[in-house]
T-cell receptor
């Protein structure tokens, strides 16, 4: 069974641009969540989608948005990029939502650099 | 609110020595706790998790962790470090409503030959 796939692996953008990151979950997994990883802030939760609906959202500005498609694939978008948005963006999938002890399966991430 | 604190951002051990990575949590409800490992240029991989029941949890690659409610701790140990254990380790607590993990800041483990 294929793992969680994130594309692209690396991205370089300039301030003010927008970017879209893609995540394909493990087959059969319906929950997709996104995390931002930076050296200073560590791993921070962005949002979770289940059955095309946002179920949970972290404390990020509205420039960060996401969506999920009927095949469970998810995209996240960041508009008006800032230097501080440079980070590794990790996607994780799981079969269900709302399960506190659910194991998350992580992709390798998209490394975004904002110049 | 739930939170996790990992004591020590860097830990260095010799090959064959005991590995001890510390994690303390704060939770208003019985916690579900996790340890994840991240190898360079990779995503996170689950090592082990504690839900309910036995307080000593065994994971993959010889790691184990003990849940101590009185100390609000969930420290990760391995009796004998291997070079391949060099990675970053994250302790996390499951959110009250599920669907979200709250991570500690991570501990980078170095293993010296």
């Amino acid at each position: 069974k294929a793992g969680v796939t994130q594309t692209p692996r690396y991205l370089i953008k300039t301030r003010g641009q927008q970017v879209t990151l893609s995540c394909s979950p493990i087959s059969g997994h319906r929950s997709v969540s996104w995390y931002q990883q930076t050296p200073g802030q560590g791993l921070q939760f962005l949002f979770e989608y289940f059955s095309e609906t946002q179920r949970n959202k972290g404390n990020f500005p509205g420039r960060f948005s996401g969506r999920q498609f009927s095949n469970s694939r998810s995209e996240m978008n960041v508009s008006t990029l800032e230097l501080g948005d440079s980070a590794l963006y990790l996607c994780a999938s799981s079969p269900m939502t709302g399960v506190r002890d659910e194991k998350l399966f992580f992709g390798s991430g998209t490394q975004l650099s904002v110049l | 609110a739930q939170s996790v604190t990992q004591l020590g951002s860097h830990v260095s051990v010799s090959e064959g020595a005991l590995v001890l990575l510390r994690c303390n949590y704060s939770s208003s409800v019985p916690p579900y706790l996790f340890w994840y490992v991240q190898y360079p240029n990779q995503g996170l991989q689950l090592l082990l998790k504690y839900t309910t029941g036995a307080t000593l949890v065994k994971g993959i690659n010889g790691f184990e962790a003990e849940f101590k409610k009185s100390e609000t701790s969930f420290h990760l140990t391995k009796p004998s470090a291997h070079m391949s254990d060099a990675a970053e380790y994250f302790c996390a607590v499951g959110d009250n409503q599920g669907g979200k993990l709250i991570f500690g800041q991570g501990t980078e483990l170095s293993v010296k030959p």
